[in-house]
């Protein structure tokens, strides 16, 4: 990989980094019981959102259309709803498998070249697909990142006002 190459690898992961710190620092000290309470009519609350960025947006991405890894696929289908964490499932174990997953994007994107084309995509459920190389699932993964980072500023000011980064 060229030099130019790598710097704007580095470039988008330094993005998606920050924005990854806002999703995990907005909710820092957030009782276990806020994580799970519900904030909007969808019923949706913090804790589901981080698992859904953990499996359907980090895993799948990364692990599932970039390397096409293919137990990452099978087990696909074994989560019928990100959004849902059962009852048992405690808040670190979903926090950490967040961490976790972003790590092991980040060795994806580390050993890929920005131009590589993907290498999986599930035509059965989602038709053709819109992007084609790793750095536009980069870009589409921090958009995706970013956008659920302001939906947890906004449960969090709910839930007991806190706000995340306010310049007056």
């Not at 989602?126 to 302001?150: K, M, N």
Request: glycine content about 6%; some cysteine; aromatic content about 6%.
């Amino acid at each position: 990989m060229t030099e130019p190459a790598k710097s704007e690898l580095h470039a988008l992961l330094s993005f998606l980094d920050a924005q990854r710190s806002h999703v995990l620092g907005i909710l820092d000290g957030l009782e276990p019981e806020a994580l799970r309470q519900p904030v909007l009519p969808s019923g949706w609350n913090c804790l589901g959102l981080v698992q859904h960025l953990a499996l359907d947006v980090e895993r799948f991405w990364f692990r599932a259309v970039v390397t096409g890894d293919p137990a990452v696929i099978e087990a696909l289908d074994d989560i019928e709803d990100a959004w849902q964490v059962a009852p048992d499932v405690p808040h670190t174990e979903v926090l950490d498998r967040y961490r976790t997953e972003a790590g092991l994007s980040d060795a994806v994107v580390a050993a890929t070249d920005a131009d590589a084309p993907l290498a999986w995509w599930p035509h059965h459920l989602f038709g053709p697909p819109h992007l084609h190389t790793v750095r536009d699932v980069l870009l589409h993964v921090i958009t995706e990142t970013a956008c659920h980072a302001g939906h947890l500023d906004a449960a969090r000011e709910l839930l007991d006002g806190r706000r995340w980064l306010v310049l007056t």
